[in-house]
């Protein structure tokens, strides 16, 4: 079973300063892909980075990117040059890429709060 | 483009009456999630479908629960009789399928349901 660990507590962060958002999972899959979501206090799930277990390069998007260490297991997210905007949820997420098998396994989530 | 769409964006019923939720996917999308967030349990989910066919209901909590999805581009949650203890917000999310990128979920704005 696929397994997603969001351990940190609340975080504040101050504007426009760089934010980690750790992530690590558990699965005995070889192909899989990682997601985050953002869900701020308006209660929308917004998809907003993708990793796949076999791409070489960390994934960039924008202000995020994901530090992706496959032996690890950990897909942690960094939000550069925080905004008031980045305050919300955010959920790290994991799929398995098999044919058939369609069921997002998410973690718990991490506070951001960002201050200015 | 048009995300997925869901409606009503929020619900106030009483105990016992029946509920029923709507969503249409983004078009061309070939897979259909039905999700439920709790603070106690998180984002669940109950149930989806690929073309229009329920591949996996595992997370539908009882049978009051009951999910159609009568062509490509609408389906329902209903809930019958509903109970206190389904007050949550419920998503509805789609997506593509082929491996990789193209299986990211795209999550509705969600309905808030309140069940008295």
């Known amino acids: 079973a696929q397994k997603i660990t969001q351990t940190q507590p609340g975080m504040f962060v101050q504007e426009k300063e760089a934010v980690t958002l750790d992530c690590t999972y558990d699965?005995?899959?070889?192909?899989?892909?990682l997601f985050w979501y953002k869900q701020p206090s308006s209660g929308e799930m917004i998809f907003l980075i993708y990793q796949g277990s076999y791409d070489e390069q960390n994934a960039t998007e924008g202000r995020y990117s994901l530090n992706f260490q496959k032996a690890r297991k950990s897909a942690n997210l960094v939000i550069s040059a925080s905004q008031l905007g980045d305050s919300a949820m955010y959920f790290c997420a994991m799929l398995t890429l098999l044919r058939g098998n369609n069921r997002l396994a998410f973690g718990k989530g991490n506070q951001v709060v960002v201050i200015p | 483009d048009a995300g997925v769409i869901q409606s009503p964006r929020h619900e106030v019923t009483e105990m016992g009456q029946e509920v029923t939720l709507r969503c249409k996917p983004i078009?061309?999308?070939?897979?259909l999630f039905w999700y439920r967030q709790t603070m106690m349990r998180g984002l669940e989910l109950l149930i989806y479908?690929?073309?229009?066919?329920?591949?996996?209901d595992s997370g539908m909590p009882e049978d009051r629960f009951s999910a159609k999805m009568p062509n490509a581009s609408f389906s329902t949650l209903k809930i019958q009789p509903s109970e206190p203890r389904d007050s949550a917000v419920y998503f509805c999310a789609s997506s593509l399928e082929s491996g990789g990128s193209t299986d990211t979920q795209y999550f509705g704005p969600g309905t808030r349901l309140t069940v008295l």
């Open positions: 078009s061309g999308h070939d897979y």
């Open positions: 699965t005995s899959d070889q192909s899989y892909g």
């Open positions: 479908f690929n073309n229009n066919v329920p591949i996996d």
